[in-house]
């Protein structure tokens, strides 16, 4: 199968971007990195069987099955587990996402898929937004130990499995009135300008 990329001006959120991804065989599904559960939620609604993992669980979400764990550590899952394994905005908060996507692949079915997505720290308003961010200035555990690239991130994946599709996206947050620019943006320059890349790849045997 060849690359597929795609250019997405953020006009669904990073949820939705993610479900559509998802084989339409594939029931089980492990996300990482739960947060404040809207993925998690999303997913159960459209009854998949689906187990979620944080070091944090939110009080809202204490009756579901998600299990607290560090990242960082071994997956408690045992090999070939999931037909799906989702990580968003969650890699490059721990200290060896090459491990991590070890660990991926490992708890991931045969023909099973990992859709990652991680910040373009490469990106024209990124580098703009590191000069204000004030957390850059501070040592903190749960922010970002990696600022990757499109580049970057694309070879991290690669390490491990295959990837089939490439998803580019990009809004303006805070200033979304502008967000009619962002496909507009994506065209002339993918790398340059996406505040965030997707990718869905498989693990092949």
Known sequence: ????????????NRANLAIGLIDNKSRKVLELGTGNGELFLEL???????????????KHLEKYKIIKHDLNKRLPFKSSTFDVVIGLEVLEHLFNPYKTMKEI?????????????????ASFFSRIGQLYEKRMDNLDIYWHHHQPSVT????????????????????????????FL????????????????????????
């Open 1 to 12: 199968m060849g690359l597929n990329k795609v250019d997405i001006s953020n006009q669904k």
């Open 44 to 58: 159960i609604k459209r009854n998949f069987d689906v187990t979620g993992t944080d070091i944090d669980i939110r």
């Open 105 to 121: 692949r490992r708890v991931l079915r045969k023909e099973g898929v990992a859709i990652i997505s991680m910040p373009n720290s």
């Open 152 to 179: 970057s991130i694309r070879n991290l994946v690669a390490t491990q499995l295959k990837i089939e599709k490439e998803v580019y996206i990009m809004n303006f947050r805070r200033l979304s009135f502008l967000n």
């Open 182 to 205: 962002s496909s507009f943006l994506l065209k002339l320059n993918r790398n340059l300008f996406a505040g965030d890349f997707m990718v869905k790849a498989r693990k092949i045997e």
